[in-house]
C-alpha cells in the first residue's frame, strides 16, 4: 500500500519548489491534481537550464486546467477543496488572496485542509519580497561559500527550491498526523531564505566555536588532511581519510610503511600539520594510476572515493540502475530516465505511476468524478 493513499493533494505551483512539493507526495502515493492555466505551467516551456524543470518534478500527478476568474472555473476549485486533504501553492504573496483561495478563505471551505505555502521569506521585514533559488542562496551566504573569494557560485543544482520542499512536505505531513487528534488542519510555510540559513548553519557554529569566521569552502581548512580532488592518470577522482583506521587502511593498501609507523601521523591532529608532507606523495602515487584502478583499490580496502562525474554519466551508473531511476515518456512523446525519490520503505523504493501530463489532461475525468460524488 502506498503510505498516503486516500490523501488529495491540490498543486498550484510552477517553476521547482511547489512542483517539487507535490511530488514528493505523490510519489509516497497521494493523489496530486495539479491546476494549470488554460496555456498549461509557463515551466513546461521553459528554455536553457530550465528545460528539465517540468520533466523532473510533475510525475505521478494529474493536470487540469480551470479558469480560476470565472465563476465555473472557481466553482470547481471550491468543491475540490472541500474534498482535499492538501493544497500547495508558490505563487507571489498576495496573489492567490485576491482570487479568493488565500489561507483564510480556504479554510472556510474546508478546515481540515493543510494548507502549505512555498515562500521566499517567513514572517519578517522580507517577508513581501520577491525571491529565487538564487537570491535566497546569493544573501543567505551559501554562494559565498561555494566560490572562492571575490567570487560567490551559486550550486550547480536548484538545491534551495528542493530543500525547501522537502521542510514543506515535513511541515505537511506533521499537520497531517496532527489532525488526526484535532480534526484540524494548518498553514504550513516553507521558505528559501531561511532553508539557506538553515544549510550553513554549520558554517555559522564554526565561526562560534572557533572565533573566526568560517572561510569559503575552496579555502577552507580541511578537518582532514586528505580530503581533496586528485588527479589520476585518465581523470579524476576525490579521496577521504577520516578515520585513524581508514588511514591504516590507506597506508596498507600503497605500501606507506613509513606513514603507517610514524608517531607523528597516528592521529587525524598530527596529520593535519603534516599536510604539505602528505598531499604531494599522495599525489604522485594516485596520479600514476587509471580512475578505474585507483577505484579498485579504494574500494577493496573500504575507503571513501568518488570519481568525478557529469550529471548525464549518472544513466549509465550501476547503482542507480538497480532501481534509482524511473522511465517515463514526457508529453512530447520523448522517453526519459530520470532519478527515483531517494528513498525505500521496507525495501521497497518508490515507482512511477504516472508520467508528468500533458496540459490539461486530466480535466474532464477529474470534473466528472466531482459530479458523481
Known amino acids: 500500500m502506498a503510505h498516503l493513499e486516500g490523501v488529495r493533494v491540490l498543486e498550484f505551483s510552477h517553476m521547482v519548489m511547489g512542483p517539487t512539493v507535490g511530488m514528493i507526495l505523490a510519489d509516497l502515493g497521494a493523489e496530486v ?24 518534478y510533475n510525475r505521478n500527478k494529474r493536470s487540469v486546467v480551470l479558469d480560476l476568474k470565472s465563476p465555473e472555473g472557481m466553482g470547481a476549485v471550491r468543491e475540490l477543496l472541500k474534498r482535499s486533504d492538501v493544497m500547495v501553492e508558490n505563487f507571489r504573496g ?5 482570487l479568493g483561495l488565500g489561507y483564510e478563505d480556504v479554510k472556510a471551505i474546508n478546515p481540515g485542509i493543510v494548507y502549505q505555502s512555498c515562500k521566499g ?3 519578517g521585514p522580507y517577508e513581501n519580497r520577491t525571491a529565487l533559488d538564487e537570491v535566497a542562496q546569493m544573501m543567505g551566504g551559501l554562494a559565498y561559500m561555494t566560490g572562492p573569494s571575490g567570487r560567490p ?32 488542519g494548518a498553514e504550513v510555510r516553507a521558505s528559501l531564505f531561511e532553508t539557506t540559513a538553515f544549510l550553513v548553519g554549520q558554517h555559522i557554529a564554526q565561526g562560534a566555536v572557533t572565533g573566526t569566521p568560517a572561510p569559503p569552502m575552496p579555502e577552507r581548512i580541511s578537518a582532514w588532511a ?24 590507506l597506508c596498507g593498501a600503497f605500501g606507506l610503511d613509513d606513514w603507517a609507523g610514524d608517531p607523528d601521523m597516528a592521529d587525524n591532529r598530527g596529520r593535519v600539520t603534516r599536510r604539505e608532507v602528505i598531499m604531494p606523495r599522495l599525489r604522485g602515487i594516485f596520479g600514476a594510476l587509471s580512475t578505474e584502478a585507483l577505484s579498485a583499490r579504494l574500494e577493496e580496502v573500504g575507503l571513501p ?10 544513466l549509465d551508473d550501476p547503482q ?19 532519478p527515483a525519490l531517494p528513498l525505500e520503505i521496507d525495501g521497497a523504493r518508490l515507482g512511477l505511476r504516472a508520467s508528468p501530463p500533458s496540459v490539461g489532461a486530466d480535466t474532464a475525468d477529474v470534473l466528472a468524478e466531482l459530479e458523481r460524488d
Open 33 to 56: 491534481i495539479k491546476v494549470e492555466p488554460s496555456g498549461g505551467d509557463k515551466t513546461r516551456t521553459l528554455p536553457g537550464s530550465g528545460a528539465g524543470y517540468f520533466a523532473m
Open 305 to 314: 572515493f568518488a570519481p568525478i562525474r557529469k550529471p548525464d554519466d549518472l
Open 94 to 98: 498576495g496573489a492567490l488572496d485576491k
Open 153 to 184: 557560485l551559486r550550486a550547480g543544482a536548484s538545491v534551495i527550491d528542493v530543500t525547501g520542499a522537502m521542510f514543506g512536505v515535513i511541515g505537511i505531513l506533521s499537520a497531517l498526523l496532527a489532525r488526526k487528534d484535532t480534526g484540524q
Open 226 to 249: 586528505v580530503y581533496d580532488v586528485f588527479n589520476t592518470a585518465d581523470g579524476h577522482m576525490f579521496v577521504g581519510v577520516v578515520s585513524d583506521s581508514q588511514w591504516k587502511a
Open 121 to 123: 521569506f517567513l514572517s
Open 320 to 338: 542507480l540502475a538497480a532501481g534509482g531511476l524511473l522511465e517515463m515518456d514526457l508529453p512530447d512523446g520523448k522517453r526519459v530516465r530520470l
